[in-house]
Nanobody, 124 residues
Framework: QVQLVESGGGLVQAGGSLRLSCLASGLTFSRRAMGWFRQAPGKEREFVAAINWGGGSTSYGDSVKGRFTISRDNAKNTLYLHMDSLKPEDTAVYYC?????????????????WGQGTRVTVSS
């Protein structure tokens, strides 16, 4: 059974930092691209960042480029999202997802496993 379990969300002031983690099990983590998406209340799920199977290629949404960093540790089956300079508009539930391919992708439809999400709230 595939499980993606996110952690690290919480309440932070604007300008602060958080690091999200996603522990994967039940799949060959090192053979899959991984991604982070987010969904704010009343909005569609939005691409945040993606990383290829080996960690050498990354992609970011325009709204987080330069502030967020995605990384992975294949030995620990763990995906990370380091978030700096947080803004109130970053408030959302953040989801970890596993793609059915090696290369990173922004396309939500190429991700076939999803976590339950972790909530991030940024106060002004």
């Amino acid at each position: 059974q595939v499980q993606l379990v996110e952690s690290g969300g919480g309440l932070v002031q604007a300008g602060g930092s958080l690091r999200l983690s996603c522990l994967a099990s039940g799949l060959t983590f090192s053979r899959r691209a991984m991604g982070w998406f987010r969904q704010a209340p009343g909005k569609e799920r939005e691409f945040v960042a993606a990383i290829n199977w080996g960690g050498g290629s990354t992609s970011y949404g325009d709204s987080v480029k330069g502030r967020f960093t995605i990384s992975r540790d294949n030995a620990k089956n763990t995906l990370y999202l380091h978030m700096d300079s947080l803004k109130p508009e970053d408030t959302a539930v953040y989801y970890c997802a596993a793609a059915n391919r090696f290369g990173n992708t922004r396309d939500l439809n190429e991700y076939d496993y999803w976590g339950q999400g972790t909530r991030v709230t940024v106060s002004s």
